[in-house]
Structures are given as C-alpha cells and as structure tokens.
C-alpha cells in the first residue's frame, strides 16, 4: 500500500446523499483507477485516469463520477448513493511502461449506503 | 472482448503440499497476464506477470506460475504451501485494444490448513 492513500476508509452514509471518495499517490504514476470489490464479482472498473483531467469509463461507470485535476489527486463521486453503491472500493496506480503494466493498490475504503 | 476465468471459489491444501490455483483467459492478441494476492482488509498485491518469454514466471512468496497458450491457462503455483498464504487470488489480463484497462476474475480463496 505504500505510496498510495485513500480516505475515507470507511463511511456510511444515507441514500440519495453525495459522497467522494479521494485517492492520493506520492508515486507520480501516469494511470489512475478505481474498482469496486464485490463478492462473487471481484474487481470491477469503475473509471481510470490516463493523466490529468483525462478520465474514461470502466464496466460499471453508471451512477460514478471522476476528477483528476492534479497527477497525484483522483477523485471518485457518487451523485446520489444508492444501496446498490454499497462496496469496497479500490484505487490503483500504474506507470503504464512497457516493462511495468502492474498495477498497486489502495488500502481501500468501505461504503455502506443506508 | 477479454476476460479471466477462475474456475474454483475456494482450494484447500495442508501446509507443506503443493498449490496450485487455476486461470483461464480469453484475448485477442498475445496476453500480458497478471497475479494478485488480498490478505484480509487490504489492498491487492501484486505477485507476478507474464509479458513474453519463458513459460514458467517467478513472482514474489515463493510463487510460480506457467502460461499455456495452447490451453489459455496462467495457473498460480507453488511448491510448498504455507498457513501464511491463506488468502484471496485474483488473476487479471491486460486489454486486447485497450493497453491500460485490466481485466480481473472473480477470485480465488486459498485455506492453507495446518
């Protein structure tokens, strides 16, 4: 986990309230992610980052948005959360070199969504 | 499209036998293949990858794992299992048209018993 932060680690909140999750990366990486953990599902990708302010969808993107306004900084939103949203969820990192694809992760941070 | 599958929700070995934990993936182009490990209440981590080259990969922890391209299969294995490796795989595959999106199975849990 070192290297990237994510906050907050836990929360939970009411349905219909806005919540932003952050991830933070003292790595300088080029690519940004989040994922959603669910069981039976494993890892989902919600939206990435391939520098600043440059964002694209993943599988599950509905009801999510992102912003990336600085390379350390990727900001994770959900407009209005659903009990659907309820989840871990993962950021991750990645140079993007071709010797170095893999991809580090976040502590993660748990969202019950009342 | 591109997927992993991860046959088998759950393996149980006895500490000191060998482990093995299976892959199989589906992507056009040649695969870059990717292992995970989640001990409770963390991130991911990550283990090995197979880019290009030899077969058989070694990884961190004492794994290995042996692509198979005939068979479409990147199992994890090692040699002698460990208690401390008890915990959940996740096996991913790179984008076939997209480099920096992954794609990941729905995970593995290994019990190591005693």
């Known amino acids: 986990d070192a290297g990237i932060t994510q906050s907050p680690r836990h929360k939970v909140t009411e349905t219909g309230t806005p919540v932003t999750l952050r991830c933070h990366q003292t790595?300088?990486?080029?690519?940004m992610y989040w994922y959603r953990q669910d069981p039976g599902h494993g890892l989902r990708l919600i939206h990435y980052?391939?520098?600043?302010?440059?964002?694209d969808k993943g599988e599950v993107s509905d009801g999510y948005s992102v912003s990336r306004s600085k390379t350390e900084d990727f900001l994770l939103t959900l407009e209005s959360a659903t009990s659907s949203q309820t989840s871990v969820y993962f950021c991750?990192?990645?140079?993007?070199?071709?010797?170095?694809?893999?991809?580090?992760f976040g502590p993660g941070t748990r969202l019950t969504v009342t | 499209a591109q997927s992993v599958a991860q046959p088998e929700d759950q393996v149980n070995v006895a500490e000191g036998n060998p482990l093995t934990v299976k892959c199989t993936y589906s992507?056009?182009?040649?695969?870059?293949l990717f292992w995970y490990v989640q001990y409770p209440n963390r991130g991911l981590q990550f283990l090995l990858k197979?880019?290009?080259?030899?077969?058989l990969v070694k990884g961190s922890y004492g794994f290995e794992a042996e692509f198979n391209k005939s068979q479409t299969s990147f199992h994890l294995k090692k040699p002698s299992a460990l208690v401390s490796d008890s915990a959940l795989y996740f096996c991913?595959?790179?984008?076939?048209?997209?480099?920096?999106?992954?794609?990941f199975g729905s995970g593995t849990k290994l019990n190591v018993k005693p």
């Open positions: 992507v056009s182009g040649n695969p870059y």
């Open positions: 790595e300088n990486h080029r690519y």
């Open positions: 197979y880019i290009t080259g030899d077969n």
């Open positions: 991913a595959v790179r984008g076939a048209y997209n480099f920096n999106k992954f794609y």
């Open positions: 980052s391939y520098g600043v302010k440059d964002t």
């Open positions: 991750a990192i990645s140079s993007g070199t071709e010797s170095s694809y893999e991809q580090y």
